[in-house]
């Protein structure tokens, strides 16, 4: 009997034992990964965190904390020396603030009329049977492949021939072309893809026509896939440089993106203001991306783009 008792006792102090040398493990697993994400998140800010503590300093500022750790805090803990940068960079460049104005009503017109245009196309390559509807869905995914930098150049000459350069419809001619994308066309259809289509045919039953079944029942149920877009919109319109450098040459008219390079290539040059000015520009890319990440991961698998 003590031989058996013994046994089971040496054999629960090794279950024991086990429980306690895997639960270690659990922990210093957990431990090392906390190590590595706090590392990693340390990399991806610390850019952010010294164009921001600088955008509070003057330009002799920056560089006389370069090569210390004061480079990564403000100049004094007076918050009102702060925006010496901010408000210098608004003085001293007049279409700074037009330039903002700018960016924000391009984006919102962009996201209108993306929402509009690409949600019915792909509603349409979704739900209509029509001859070449499998072609044209397996064009849009092959030239999904081409990058959009090579289309610069011809949709430049095609806008040129159409009078849509001048300084009075440049505007015109820079915000069309984003209207359509065949990304966004084949997101929106493969989110209708995945909606039970007996909603729409109880509709039409009820005598709603195809464009208002469209408007009344499918655009309040896709909620997440339109928000992605918007956000995506967003993100590439507020950032867009290339096509918006070659649509505007006149200051009065460029987006914020655009602008930036005007400060930065400025004679002398004031890093204070540069950094303030590009502080400026990720403040809403930021706030967008923060507040609305459940929207983009939510819109994104439904897509089937992961």
């Excluded at 440049?170 to 069309?176: H, N, R, S």
């Excluded at 002398?268 to 502080?279: C, F, N, R, W």
Aim: proline share 5%; with cysteine; aromatic share 16%.
């Amino acid at each position: 009997m003590k031989t058996v008792s013994s046994g089971k006792k040496s054999w629960n102090n090794d279950i024991k034992a086990g429980h306690a040398k895997r639960l270690a493990v659990k922990i210093a697993v957990k431990i090392a990964l906390v190590i590595l994400c706090a590392f990693l998140c340390f990399i991806f800010l610390f850019p952010v965190v010294w164009m921001v503590s600088n955008s509070f300093k003057t330009n002799d500022q920056v560089y006389a904390q370069m090569a210390s750790w004061q480079t990564f805090f403000p100049p004094s803990w007076d918050i009102t020396t702060w925006w010496v940068s901010y408000t210098k960079l608004f003085t001293d460049f007049g279409d700074f603030g037009q330039s903002i104005l700018n960016s924000i009503l391009y984006c919102s017109v962009t996201i209108v009329m993306v929402l509009l245009i690409n949600s019915l196309a792909g509603y349409a390559l979704a739900r209509f049977k029509f001859p070449g509807s499998k072609v044209m869905t397996t064009i849009i995914l092959l030239l999904m492949m081409v990058p959009v930098e090579t289309s610069v150049v011809p949709t430049y000459i095609i806008l040129y021939y159409l009078g849509l350069i001048g300084e009075g419809t440049a505007v015109i001619g820079y915000l069309i072309p984003g209207f359509a994308s065949l990304f966004y066309t084949y997101m929106f259809r493969q989110y209708f893809l995945s909606m039970p289509p007996e909603i729409e045919e109880a509709a039409r039953l009820d005598g709603c026509s195809r464009i208002g079944v469209f408007f009344r029942m499918i655009l309040p149920l896709s909620k997440p896939i339109f928000a992605t877009v918007a956000i995506f919109t967003f993100m590439g319109s507020w950032n867009e440089y290339i096509f918006a450098q070659l649509m505007f040459p006149n200051p009065s008219y460029q987006p914020l993106q655009v602008f930036l390079q005007l400060v930065n290539t400025s004679t002398p040059k004031d890093i204070g203001m540069v950094m303030a000015s590009l502080t400026i520009s990720t403040i809403p890319i930021a706030i967008v991306y923060i507040f609305a990440q459940k929207y983009i991961v939510e819109g994104v698998s439904f897509t089937g783009l992961k």
